[in-house]
């Protein structure tokens, strides 16, 4: 018989032997960078190289630091990694992560990252999307950011822009105000305006709808969660796993689909982000002829625009606040750094009959490099993902990175290596002169990422951070308040770059 007279042995020789096939399974997995006789730091069971993480004792982000460090002294050209048993593949190199997000990307075409398009519809968006419809919908959207449309969406940055001028106006400033949050309200309605049509009215009520459950939605993410989830993918699937809150996917569905139904209803057109969402869900594309090529997989659903506008909002509000907010930090500290683009603002803005416009936005370059260096020392995302999707022999070397390992490409500790950047720690503009720029390798300055997944909302994001520059700074002296610790403290557990704390400045007029 197999089975004893005791359903409980039964069971517990059933859990026994499932538990030495997990353990055996994960240890085998703990040797598949020696196995591939790749540069790696021992790992620790069952943690892999993430003790100190899943402990609580270190950012997931320090870790790599280490990692990196210890393959250039090694001078090796990349290190193998290990997310609990998961293997995964750190370049360092330029050349080789050159390869991996440009010249071979056929290999890599996915992130890899987790969504739930049944539980969660709106997670099934276009940072997220793999293979084919991320291919058709990425060459969908792309019209959305041309220089025309840049150009017909910066009046309307200026408008919301004045709003939070006449705002700082009349607030008390004794005890220093909290840039970060102002930097939020401003984009939180800027891109309600320029994505949705809608006053979200954030900058003169910080308890607006969109604010308030933007805090939830950013509350809700964490890089542990995020790790998780990607170690375990089909259990997390299997268990309607969400990773977006849905106080939060609640609120926003029900907000986009009533503007998208009273649109519709009333024939109401403003060739915004979202009347292109709408015209790709009734037609399949941007032009006047309806498109008879859709699949079902290509086909744009009211979930996956929900989708598009989502990541559409979460990208154009927090990066951009945050880029702000540090910048404006940096600029506290450094009062050159802050005069001399001050008065590049004034020359330009001269010439430009003082009206902020596209081109004259486009002269400022003094302002691209101090944005340059704010984005080298505080990047959006501090690591980009990708997904081995066909076995591939790093060139160069004998290790073959298999279908399906995750590659994680370090930004953060490329961006401060002393190799490219001397001095990392130190806010220096000037490292971005066309001069000092041809001094340092490609691939060394990756805030966006880069190849054919480079961030499509770039430009509207660079944009408005500069928009928003020339208004500060056109009214405002920026100084740190004492209340702002030095130097800043970078959460240990946000997959966005973001400080513990506040940033908080004395601001006096101009």
């Known amino acids: 018989m197999i089975f004893t007279s005791s359903l409980l042995y039964d069971l517990i020789g059933i859990i026994a032997a499932l538990i030495v096939v997990i353990i055996s399974s994960m240890l085998w997995d703990l040797t598949y960078w020696k196995r591939q006789n790749t540069f790696h730091i021992k790992p620790t069971f069952p943690f892999g190289?993430?003790?100190?993480?899943?402990?609580?004792?270190?950012?997931?982000?320090?870790?790599?630091?280490?990692?990196?460090?210890?393959?250039?002294?090694?001078?090796?050209?990349?290190?193998?990694?290990?997310?609990?048993?998961?293997?995964?593949?750190?370049?360092?190199?330029?050349?080789?992560?050159?390869?991996?997000?440009?010249?071979?990307?056929?290999?890599?075409?996915?992130?890899?990252?987790?969504?739930?398009?049944?539980?969660?519809?709106i997670s099934a968006h276009l940072f997220n999307l793999e293979g084919n419809r991320w291919k058709e919908l990425r060459a969908k959207l792309s019209p959305t950011f041309t220089s025309g449309k840049m150009k017909s969406m910066l009046p309307i940055v200026v408008e919301i822009t004045e709003r939070l001028i006449k705002l700082l106006d009349k607030e008390p400033i004794k005890d220093g105000l909290e840039m970060k949050e102002y930097m939020a309200r401003l984009t939180t309605d800027v891109i309600g305006s320029i994505a949705f049509g809608i006053e979200c009215n954030c900058i003169e009520n910080p308890d607006a709808e969109f604010r308030k459950y933007a805090k939830i939605l950013l509350d809700g993410m964490s890089t542990f969660s995020s790790i998780l989830v990607s170690v375990f993918p089909n259990l997390m699937k299997f268990l309607g796993v969400r990773e977006?809150?849905?106080?939060?996917?609640?609120?926003?569905?029900?907000?986009?689909?009533?503007?998208?139904?009273?649109?519709?209803?009333?024939?109401?057109?403003?060739?915004?982000?979202?009347?292109?969402?709408?015209?790709?869900?009734?037609?399949?594309n941007i032009d006047n002829e309806a498109n008879s090529d859709m699949t079902e997989e290509t086909k744009i659903t009211l979930n996956v625009l929900l989708a598009q506008a989502f990541i559409f909002y979460l990208g154009g509000f927090e990066t951009t606040s945050t880029t702000l907010s540090f910048l404006l930090y940096e600029?506290?500290?450094?009062?050159?750094?802050?005069?001399?683009?001050?008065?590049?603002?004034?020359?330009?803005?001269?010439?430009?009959?003082?009206?902020?416009t596209y081109e004259a936005l486009t002269e400022m370059k003094y302002m691209d490099m101090v944005l340059n260096e704010t984005l080298r020392k505080y990047p959006p995302?501090?690591?980009?993902?990708?997904?081995?999707?066909?076995?591939?022999?790093?060139?160069?070397?004998?290790?073959?990175?298999?279908?399906?390992?995750?590659?994680?490409?370090?930004?953060?500790?490329?961006?401060?290596?002393?190799?490219?950047?001397?001095?990392?720690?130190?806010?220096?503009?000037?490292?971005?002169?066309?001069?000092?720029?041809?001094?340092?390798?490609?691939?060394?300055?990756?805030?966006?990422?880069?190849?054919?997944?480079?961030?499509i909302g770039m430009r509207f994001g660079v944009m408005q951070a500069k928009c928003a520059l020339v208004m500060l700074l056109k009214n405002y002296k920026f100084k740190l308040n004492s209340k702002t610790t030095r130097p800043l403290k970078i959460s240990i557990d946000k997959g966005l770059t973001a400080v513990e704390g506040g940033i908080f400045m004395n601001l006096t007029k101009v």
């Open 49 to 121: 190289n993430t003790k100190d993480f899943l402990l609580g004792r270190r950012a997931i982000f320090d870790i790599l630091d280490d990692f990196y460090k210890e393959t250039k002294k090694a001078n090796e050209s990349h290190i193998g990694f290990y997310l609990l048993s998961m293997p995964a593949y750190i370049p360092v190199a330029p050349g080789v992560i050159k390869h991996i997000l440009q010249n071979d990307f056929q290999h890599f075409v996915d992130r890899g990252l987790y969504y739930n398009e049944k539980h969660d519809p």
């Open 331 to 356: 600029l506290g500290g450094n009062q050159d750094v802050q005069d001399k683009l001050r008065n590049e603002i004034f020359d330009i803005l001269q010439r430009h009959g003082n009206q902020i």
């Open 244 to 284: 977006l809150p849905v106080k939060f996917t609640r609120f926003f569905t029900k907000a986009v689909t009533e503007i998208i139904d009273y649109r519709e209803a009333n024939n109401i057109k403003r060739k915004d982000f979202l009347d292109l969402l709408i015209q790709l869900k009734n037609r399949g």
């Open 381 to 455: 995302l501090r690591v980009l993902i990708r997904v081995c999707n066909e076995d591939y022999r790093v060139p160069g070397t004998e290790s073959v990175i298999k279908k399906g390992i995750k590659v994680i490409v370090p930004i953060h500790s490329i961006q401060y290596d002393p190799e490219y950047y001397p001095q990392p720690e130190v806010f220096d503009p000037e490292r971005f002169t066309e001069e000092n720029k041809k001094k340092r390798p490609p691939f060394t300055f990756l805030p966006f990422g880069e190849g054919p997944r480079v961030c």
